[in-house]
Nanobody
Framework: QVQLVESGGGLVQPGGSLRLSCAAS????????MNWYRQAPGKERELVAG????????SYVDSVKGRFTISRDNAKNTVSLQMNSLKPEDTAVYYC???????????????WGQGTQVTVSS
């Protein structure tokens, strides 16, 4: 059974930090690109950060560059998002996402966590 379980969300003041974690099970974690998405009330889900299957490359949406860092541990089947200098506009539900594309068969394998709330407010 595939599971992605996020943790680490909560309430933090502007300028503060949080570290989100996602524990994966039920699939070959090291074969998957891992992503963090977020969805604020009334807005579409947004891709925030992604990391390649081997952890060799990471990318970020412009609004979080220099503040957020994505990392993964393939030995522990976990992916994390370190969020620093948080702003009220970072308030959202954050989702862990696993993605694998098999070009030879044109098949897409994708899994989602249940989400964790991050609220940035004074």
């Amino acid at each position: 059974q595939v599971q992605l379980v996020e943790s680490g969300g909560g309430l933090v003041q502007p300028g503060g930090s949080l570290r989100l974690s996602c524990a994966a099970s039920g699939f070959t974690f090291s074969n998957y690109i891992m992503n963090w998405y977020r969805q604020a009330p009334g807005k579409e889900r947004e891709l925030v950060a992604g990391i390649t299957s081997d952890g060799g490359m990471a990318s970020y949406v412009d609004s979080v560059k220099g503040r957020f860092t994505i990392s993964r541990d393939n030995a522990k089947n976990t992916v994390s998002l370190q969020m620093n200098s948080l702003k009220p506009e970072d308030t959202a539900v954050y989702y862990c996402n696993a993605l694998m594309l098999v070009v030879a068969s044109l098949r897409r394998y994708e899994y989602w966590g249940q989400g964790t709330q991050v609220t940035v407010s004074s």
